[in-house]
């Protein structure tokens, strides 16, 4: 594709777009292609197709490993980049087949890729680290495989600018459900549970942005350490809700160094992975505490740092009129119930209500960021990642 061309796409006043995203539960790959007709605030969207294309048990396990300091050597992170770039171009192709529109009338695709590590802070056990993140599934085979112009990489970018490279989605946020007079919270819970707060006269410097702490990552842990593996998350809840809280275990998950931290922060499976998980389960099994009331409480966990995360954020600031939650914690019942205890007075809706399906968000996200991208516009927001300045995100891998 010749420099001529991506003007022409830059210029385009509509344009078909892919989302690819595989977050931190490392279940599968998200495809979204999203119809997205101009740029900025003036951004319309109409979701075309979405899927969730599962990983085989063996990729799952090597993106673990991989994303492990003690086992993620570089070879076997050198060959995986590539093995997830095929598997992220057939998500593509297939994504555009199940809505019966040819690859040739794709614009763009926008991917994510898979995150390997991410290390947001500049400090560490043994002494100053660099601030940086890799997120693997190599956009030139997707574009060679597609086709389709590929933007990628879209963290860099913003840790270059001093930021934390995440969180990126609060722009999407900003895009999607900013509302003059209303005070919304958008609630992702995936791997990670993050928060958008957008204020009531949606000035985007007011943003506040962060990761609140754990999601499913601790739960999806547990549930497959107590089903042998049958089990990759807690299915609608069903484990948690064999379990009573345990009050005094919820309090002492509740003393994580990583909640108190001042915003803007951000963290991952370094914090809340298999590590953490496979030691808290260990320790609870020697305190003979029920698996169940483990499981359960550990949900709560989830729950309650959301909330905390909100009373010393954002409320000593800002009224939350409405939290909007996307992501799989929206299937989990028991964690919705927990959620909604502790925000007592809050209105709770989800993204479906919004005509976005829960599952589809964060790839729809990638899809207008990637647009964001061929349009010239910036797509971090400052005032949530701690960038020095707004700056245009991703690399453009041409297609054909």
Known sequence: MSIDNLIRLKEKESRNVIGLMSGTSCDGIDACLVKITGNGLSTEVHIMGFETYPYRNEIR???????????????????????????????????????????????????????????SSLKGKNGKKVRSTLQIGEPSVIAQETGVTTIAD?????????????????????????????????????GIS?????????????????????????????????????????????????????QDLLERLCTHPYLPKQPPKS????????????????????????????????????????????????????EIDEVIISGGGTHNPVLFQF????????????VDDFGIPSDAKEALAFAILANETISGNPGNVPSA??????VVLGKIIPGK
């Not at 300091?69 to 050198?78: F, N, Q």
């Not at 095929?86 to 763009?108: H, M």
């Open 385 to 390: 990642t701690g960038a020095k300045e707004s």
């Open 194 to 246: 993050n928060v958008t707060f957008l204020p009531t006269d949606r000035d985007i410097n007011k943003i506040i942005a962060f990761d609140n702490g754990p999601g499913n990552m601790i739960i999806d842990r547990f549930a497959e350490i107590i089903t042998d593996g049958r089990l990759q998350y807690d299915r609608d809840g069903e484990l948690a809700s064999k379990g009573k809280l345990n």
């Open 154 to 190: 879209f963290r860099t970018s913003d840790i270059a600018a001093g930021g934390e490279g995440a969180p990126l989605v609060p722009y999407v946020d900003y895009i999607l459900f900013g509302r003059d007079g209303t005070g919304r919270a958008v609630q992702n819970i995936g």
């Open 61 to 119: 396990e090597l993106i673990f490993k991989a994303s492990c300091k003690e086992t993620g050597t570089v070879d076997k992170i050198c060959q995986l980049n590539f093995t997830l770039g095929k598997l992220f171009a057939n998500a593509a192709v297939q994504i555009a087949g199940k809505v019966s529109v040819p690859l040739s009338e794709i614009d763009i695709v926008g991917s994510h890729g898979q995150t390997i590590y991410h290390i």
């Open 267 to 318: 963290t991952g499976r370094e914090d809340f992975g298999i590590q953490f998980s496979d030691d808290l389960y260990k320790e609870l099994r020697e305190d003979n505490i029920d698996i169940h009331d483990a499981i359960a409480t550990i949900t709560a966990f989830t729950a309650k740092s959301i909330s905390d995360s909100y009373r010393n954020f954002i409320l000593p600031y800002y």
């Open 339 to 350: 959620l909604e205890d502790y925000l007592v007075g809050i209105k709770i809706s989800k």
